[in-house]
């Protein structure tokens, strides 16, 4: 009897095994949920959306937006690490999901441990961009104002502990300027809070403050990568037009529960990688960055690292 039952067992456990991987083969077989820890109109929410738009149809099946703003994407966050890790639930968050850990001490999740990367989809640089009514027009007149002024120029975030928020936080440190913080729910309601003269300062992105800056509603100062962008040819880096030594950069990615099988993981690395490979790619002008897993574990561990440096450099960071 009891060799009876432990042949069962093993044959449970092969048939098991051997089903697991032609599952995720067959993967999505139904409708996956994509949560975007953001409200609609910042960089996440526009990758996210023209990504997964793709990808439903490369695959033929639906991938669902679901937007869960607050907290910097933390809440989005949270429910992820708490859903069932098979791939019908994924993420689409930016650096923000690791300056969480920094920013608020007692998250539901552990930033490291609980989750795994399926693959980035773009860089994130900012553009340093003030409204008109700012007299200035260089980083050099934004630093000069800013040190005569302390406290009096404010600036615009999609969030504490969010891009917005470190790159220019980290501007404050290295120039020794205090400009005061104003945080938003979002990339959306940042550049709106910008337009209408509410906020005088932004480090938005290309996504975000492209057409505001086209129409003149904006300003544009200088990127805040190490390198100037190819949409941007005439705008200076920060650390060439008055901060030597000054660079930040993020991206936004897409996240899985931690447990989930790592087939899964491959299919959606390809698939996104196929995106972004595509001619009708809308990404083009946003940065489109693909590593593989391993690749992007190791930017994000990185990441981690130098995030927790410049907290340390700029003071904590209140939620």
Do not use: C
């Amino acid at each position: 009897m009891k060799h009876a039952m432990f042949a069962a067992a093993l044959l449970a456990t092969a048939t098991l095994l051997s089903t697991a991987p032609a599952n995720a083969q067959n993967y999505p077989a139904k409708t996956v949920r994509v949560i975007i820890p953001w409200p609609p109109g910042g960089l996440t929410d526009i990758a996210g959306r023209l990504v997964f738009a793709k990808i439903s149809e490369q695959t033929g099946q639906q991938f669902i937006i679901d937007n869960r703003p607050g907290a910097t994407g933390s809440i989005g966050s949270e429910m992820l690490a708490k859903s069932a890790p098979d791939g019908y639930t994924l993420m689409v968050h930016s650096t923000s999901h690791i300056s969480n850990a920094y920013t608020y001490p007692k998250l539901g999740y552990d930033t490291l441990r609980d989750f795994t990367l399926a693959g980035f989809l773009v860089a994130q640089t900012g553009l340093l961009a003030t409204h008109p009514s700012l007299p200035v027009k260089s980083v050099k007149e934004l630093v000069s104002l800013a040190r005569r002024h302390p406290d009096q120029i404010l600036y615009a975030s999609s969030g504490n502990g969010s891009f917005s928020h470190m790159a220019i936080a980290l501007l404050n440190s290295m120039s020794g300027t205090r400009m005061l913080h104003v945080p938003y729910k979002g990339g959306g309601p940042a550049t709106t809070a910008m337009v209408s003269g509410e906020s005088q300062l932004i480090a938005g992105t290309p996504a975000a403050l492209a057409t505001q800056l086209q129409s003149q509603r904006l300003r544009l100062l200088a990127v805040t990568s190490d390198s100037r962008l190819r949409q941007f040819p005439d705008a200076p880096t920060v650390a060439e037009s008055g901060v030597p030594g000054y660079e930040y950069r993020g991206w936004v990615a897409v996240f899985a529960p931690a447990a989930t099988p790592r087939p899964v993981i491959d299919r959606l690395n390809a698939e996104i990688k196929k995106v972004l490979d595509r001619p009708d790619n809308k990404l083009a002008e946003l940065e489109p960055w693909h590593m593989t897993p391993e690749q992007a574990m190791a930017r994000l561990r990185s990441d981690y690292e130098k995030h927790g440096k410049l907290v340390k450099l700029i003071g904590p960071i209140s939620p």
